[in-house]
T-cell receptor, first 114, second 113 residues
């Protein structure tokens, strides 16, 4: 069964609005979650590390104020794309490590900004 | 700098033929190694992993991979591919448990009928 649940799988929003993406670990607690972005036909690029109860750690070049990350519980991390623009359209995926030393990924969220 | 290299962007094999996808990494120590598969518009599915022990690991869907420390490689193999194996394959490494995963650029696998 699924280890990581990501919601929504697809979202279309208007330019200037904000979109929230949820990443849940199922049946286990995750103090750390990771958010990735994938451009069409490209590999995955780490955006940030989400830390439960503390601030996220962002990779160089990722705008903290545009991509807000909240990890308020041990099973949920959210990524909010604020004031979205068409160039933010992408595939966003979260990841967690399990106790079995496996890194699992969510099913991804296809964001389209129109 | 730490990196993961998948030298083949595209690979085409005939259905029923064997497959090997290459992956090399550049790290100071043996990292956690993964192979993932991604179908169009889908998330990533973990095929197999290695972090210690037997250097030949078995995964799902008939895939296996061999870790070779001397070559810093972790190549993925399958003895007989099926049309449903057509997808994008990513090799990935994590330096430590609970650490970020670094991905190779991926290899697109095409299957000829």
């Amino acid at each position: 069964g699924a280890v990581v649940s990501q919601h929504p799988s697809r979202v279309i929003c208007k330019s200037g609005t904000s979109v929230k993406i949820e990443c849940r670990s199922l049946d286990f607690q995750a103090t750390t979650m990771f958010w990735y972005r994938q451009f069409p036909k490209k590999s995955l690029m780490l955006m940030a590390t989400s830390n439960e109860g503390s601030k996220a750690t962002y990779e160089q070049g990722v705008e903290k104020d545009k991509f807000l990350i909240n990890h308020a519980s041990l099973t949920l991390s959210t990524l909010t794309v604020t004031s979205a623009h068409p160039e933010d359209s992408s595939f966003y995926i979260c990841s967690v490590w399990t106790a079995n030393t496996e890194a699992f990924f969510g099913q991804g969220t296809r964001l389209t900004v129109v | 700098a730490q990196s993961v290299t998948q030298p083949d962007i595209h690979i085409t094999v005939s259905e029923g033929a064997s497959l090997e996808l290459r992956c090399n990494y550049s790290y100071g120590a043996t990292p956690y190694l993964f192979w993932y598969v991604q179908s169009p518009g889908q998330g990533l599915q973990l095929l197999l992993k290695y972090f210690s022990g037997d250097t030949l690991v078995q995964g799902i869907k008939g895939f296996e991979a061999e870790f070779k420390r001397s070559q810093s490689s972790f190549n993925l193999r399958k003895p007989s591919v099926h049309w449903s194996d057509a997808a994008e394959y990513f090799c990935a490494v994590g330096l430590n448990r609970d650490d970020k995963i670094i991905f190779g650029k991926g290899t697109r696998l095409h299957i000829l009928p």
